[in-house]
């Protein structure tokens, strides 16, 4: 079991940055690989980033690549997002998520354990 909690999210201007922490909690970190996800007001839960612990391989959306950095750090058991360049089409809650297996997904339905979400609002 994987326990997970967001932070670092809150209320920022278009084109200012702001890093996402998630912390992880349970079985060995360094065996699942982790990803964000986001979802607007209205919208699907979309995918944002991915990092593949084993090889530290990493995967983005279009739509954040280039200006979002996933990252993580296996002995604090942390995966961050590092985003710069925001854009009010970024407002959304921002939800950290795990998976079993060795590799890391796109796909929502993949992931097993996810956390409770936080909140990223980029006003214009």
């Known amino acids: 079991q994987v326990q997970l909690v967001e932070s670092g999210g809150g209320l920022v201007q278009a084109g200012d940055s702001l890093r996402l922490s998630c912390a992880a909690s349970?079985?060995?970190?360094?065996?699942?690989?982790m990803g964000w996800f986001r979802q607007a007001p209205g919208k699907e839960r979309d995918f944002v980033a991915a990092?593949?612990?084993?090889?530290?391989?990493?995967v983005y959306a279009d739509s954040v690549k280039g200006r979002f950095t996933i990252s993580g750090d296996n002995a604090k058991k942390t995966v961050y997002l590092q985003m710069n360049s925001l854009k009010a089409e970024d407002t959304a809650v921002y939800y950290c998520?795990?998976?079993?297996?060795?590799?890391?997904?796109?796909?929502?339905?993949?992931?097993?354990?996810w956390g409770q979400g936080t909140q990223v609002t980029v006003s214009s």
């Open positions: 998520a795990a998976k079993r297996g060795p590799f890391a997904s796109r796909r929502e339905g993949e992931y097993d354990y």
């Open positions: 349970g079985r060995s970190f360094s065996n699942y690989p």
């Open positions: 990092i593949n612990w084993r090889g530290s391989s990493t």
